[in-house]
């Protein structure tokens, strides 16, 4: 259906094109009284803009180390918490059971080390008077070694259950606001299963997107301005260029610091970041008001002043901006154009009138 739209909308233009043209025989009469627009050069964007997303740059999402039931959530969302607080506390039961027996290993590993140090100095001491061969000798050193090596092992397994029993009590990293929660006492969790989320509301960041053409505009001014969705205006604190573009989207990351503001946009808002650059083809570009185009199903057009009467064009438009629309192909600057569509039919009715009016 979409290309019978097309040419039915491209033959409404081409018989509107033919009731503007100048019919061939007698003189035509003078165009009436028209509200004309002068085609003029696009300005060039003071700033140019691209949206983001308000995030923080502190911000983590705590997740279960060890197996165990939920007892206790301390904390819930939008609470204030300090560093080091407590937010969730899981059963702990066999983890203590490992320690224990991390504990016990460790003893019996001390004293068996202990008894081999002794059993080497005895047949140290009597190998001075070689009472013992040199082969009891380096048994008993291995026997040493063996049981120093063993003992080392058991204290490390006691520190790897002594933190398991650790992860049992969950507590905040830094002092911020929990932004989410994820579990509710008697819930049985695994390691890996998502707890809670926080974040500190004083340090706030944007990241956009931009065309590697621009990164380099970018790079250079070293400043933005951040429009918040509530209406408040900020100066960047920072601004980052990403030094790679992205190979796929062929885009270039930019990284602008939000100063210190209160109340803060929470994280996950959208924002605008405006760059003071302006791209070199800007000032070339035209534009028009967009109360003048026709649109004739995807087709777009103007009525253009040429002469004493009224000629329909095809336009190509690229962005609109600013109250105006951006003509890429169609127009050159200084001609001139009706400015309301509607007036400029009504014009060349009243001028037919008057054709044939001459012509009886």
Known sequence: ???????????????????????????????????????????????????????????????????????????????????????????????????????????????????AEATYRRYAALASGQFVSRA???????????AVAARDAARAQLAQAAQQAD???????????????????????????????????????VEVQVPQSEADAIRKAGTARIALGDGRTLDAAEVVVYPAADPRTHSVGVRVRLPVVSPAPAPGATAKVLFPIATGDAAAAISIPPSALVQR??????????????????????????????????????????ADPVAAVQAMARQREAAGAGND
Request: proline fraction near 6%; include cysteine; aromatic fraction near 2%.
């Open 1 to 115: 259906m979409k290309p019978l739209r097309t040419t039915l909308a491209a033959a409404s233009l081409a018989m509107l094109a033919a009731c503007g043209r100048e019919p061939d025989g007698p003189k035509t009469p003078p165009l009436p009284p028209l509200e004309t627009v002068v085609v003029a050069a696009a300005a060039a964007p003071a700033a140019r803009a691209w949206d983001g997303v308000v995030e923080a740059v502190r911000q983590a999402d705590l997740a279960a180390q060890t197996a165990g039931r939920v007892t206790a959530v301390e904390a819930d969302v939008d609470h204030q918490v300090r560093a080091g607080q407590v937010l969730v506390r899981l059963t702990a039961v066999e983890q203590q059971a490992g320690a224990n027996t991390a504990r016990a290993q460790l003893r019996a590993a001390e004293a068996a080390a202990v008894e």
């Open 136 to 146: 009891q000798i380096d048994q008993a050193r291995a026997a040493r070694d063996s």
């Open 167 to 205: 992860y049992t009590v969950v507590r905040a990293p830094f002092a911020g606001i929990v932004s989410a929660r994820r579990v509710e006492p008697g819930e049985t969790v695994a390691p890996g299963q998502p707890l809670m989320s926080l974040h500190a509301p004083g340090e706030l960041r």
């Open 297 to 338: 199903g995807e087709l777009s057009a103007v009525y253009v002043v040429a002469g004493d009467h009224l000629v329909l064009r095809q336009l190509r438009l690229g962005a609109r901006t600013g109250g105006r629309v951006e003509v890429l192909a169609g127009l050159r600057r200084g001609e001139r154009i009706a």
